[in-house]
């Protein structure tokens, strides 16, 4: 994870930095400097998180290197758009997932504020999310079976749903999440499951 790496490294470089100008200067309330300096750069720090500046100068050449330059886990699937790409990855026992931007010649980094959920809905056992990707067309489906099994899933688009299976131990039944990517999302959308229509815009 070089992401919050690289930045926890810089900040503590310019504190130590102020620090030292701080030392060498001669100036009144000193005390009181360095408690706005400390504020300040920590709030920095924490903005910084937010702006991946490495896209002005790194492309990636595959989506699974800019997961793992961003976060930590092993990337279990890969869902391609034509613009963006998502990450589904297992960190422990958590699942983590993340939408990378395409370019010209590879990947670059996606933080979560470019994410927009424009779909949250449950029908029966099943949860749906649907996210958009800022200034895209690109729209990303998640779908989670809360009570356990496998679905059989498709839509009015012949969309591709790609399938990662849990078992949980502690209650002894396999989850199923489905994921895909799909486009020209409005209220013609017609999702379904095990034979249910489902329409997500109403």
């Given at each position: 994870m070089l992401y919050g790496i690289?930045?926890?490294?810089?900040?503590?470089?310019i504190f130590i930095l102020c620090c030292w100008l701080l030392e060498k200067v001669k100036i009144v309330h000193k005390r009181r400097i360095y408690l706005i300096s400390s504020c300040l750069i920590i709030v920095l720090c924490s903005f910084s998180f937010s702006i991946p500046v490495e896209n002005l100068f790194i492309t990636f050449s595959s989506p699974e290197a800019a997961f793992r330059y961003m976060d930590t886990g092993i990337v279990e699937l890969v869902v391609e758009g034509q613009e963006t790409t998502m990450?589904?990855?297992?960190?422990?026992?958590a699942d983590i997932w993340t939408v990378l931007p395409k370019s010209d010649n590879g990947w670059k980094l996606g933080v979560g504020k470019n994410l927009k959920t424009v779909v949250e809905k449950v029908s029966s056992d099943i949860v749906i999310y649907v996210s958009q990707y800022r200034n895209t067309e690109e729209y990303y489906i998640r779908v989670l079976n809360t009570n356990g099994g496998e679905l059989k899933i498709s839509d009015n688009q012949n969309s591709t749903f790609q399938c990662l299976i849990r078992f949980n131990e502690l209650v002894n039944k396999t989850f199923s999440k489905y994921y895909s990517c799909i486009h020209n999302f409005d209220e013609t959308y017609v999702l379904t499951v095990d034979g249910n229509p489902i329409s997500l815009i109403n």
């Open positions: 690289t930045r926890l490294v810089f900040w503590s470089i990450v589904i990855a297992q960190n422990g026992d």
